[in-house]
């Protein structure tokens, strides 16, 4: 089946670690995104890719970084400079940037204390 | 920030049609309508999408005012699967790295 797979479901973290949020697709889409959302709160865009080796920060990158080495893959590291990480982070992809429907991952939920 | 106003709740019964309102008083004529909805811990599910035509599929309608400056998604034949959070997003087709911008939507809850 195609679709966006994210790994783990829950994340557990210790204050000061880094840590890596898996997201990959096997849609074929050139455009992939990570959101934050908090509790009660609507999504708010971390950063997005339109094409492999190539992303752009949204508007909230401050204390997270990713890469995008393969069109399949786009992993989100939450850094320990981000203040106040623990949150229920969401991937998703779609065909390009312009495109009208964005698929969303089952999401992961992030522990740090 | 949102260029979208929904109500934060609505409350709807099984089998009964579901009118939800956005009001996009300030959207741009290049701007479409989306809408998606999110179960709780679950990823957003795109429902539809218009620009001053009304739509509709398999899922639901979406009514664009003549002005476009508000719209209505109307799930005709609720069940209790459809309780969600509903987010009313615009967003111009041609402007590329324009991602979503998700508000706090409003919650649907349908009851038996």
């Known amino acids: 089946d195609g679709g966006i797979t994210q790994s783990p479901k829950y994340l557990f973290r210790k204050e000061g670690q880094n840590v890596t949020l898996s997201c990959e697709q096997n849609l074929n889409h050139d455009a992939m995104y990570w959101y934050r959302q908090d509790p009660g709160q609507g999504l708010r865009l971390i950063y997005y890719?339109?094409?492999?080796?190539?992303?752009q920060k949204g508007d909230i990158a401050e204390g997270y970084s990713v890469s995008r080495e393969k069109k399949e893959s786009f992993p989100l590291t939450v850094t320990s400079a981000q203040k106040n990480p623990t949150a229920f982070y969401l991937c998703a992809s779609s065909i390009n940037l312009s495109a009208y429907e964005q698929y969303f991952g089952p999401g992961t939920r992030l522990t740090v204390t | 920030d949102a260029k979208t106003t929904q109500p934060p709740s609505m409350d709807c019964a099984e089998g009964r049609a579901a009118n939800l309102p956005c009001n996009h008083s300030t959207i741009s004529g290049n701007e479409y309508v989306y809408w998606y909805r999110q179960i709780h811990s679950q990823g957003p599910q795109y429902i539809i999408h218009?620009?001053?035509n009304n739509e509709t599929n398999e899922m639901a309608s979406l009514i664009i005012t003549e002005d476009r400056k508000s719209s209505t998604l109307i799930l005709p034949h609720a069940t209790l699967r459809d309780t969600a959070v509903y987010y009313c997003i615009v967003r111009p087709s041609n402007q590329a790295g324009t991602a979503l911008i998700f508000g706090k939507g409003t919650t649907l809850s349908v009851s038996s």
């Open positions: 890719s339109q094409i492999v080796n190539d992303f």
């Open positions: 218009g620009l001053k």
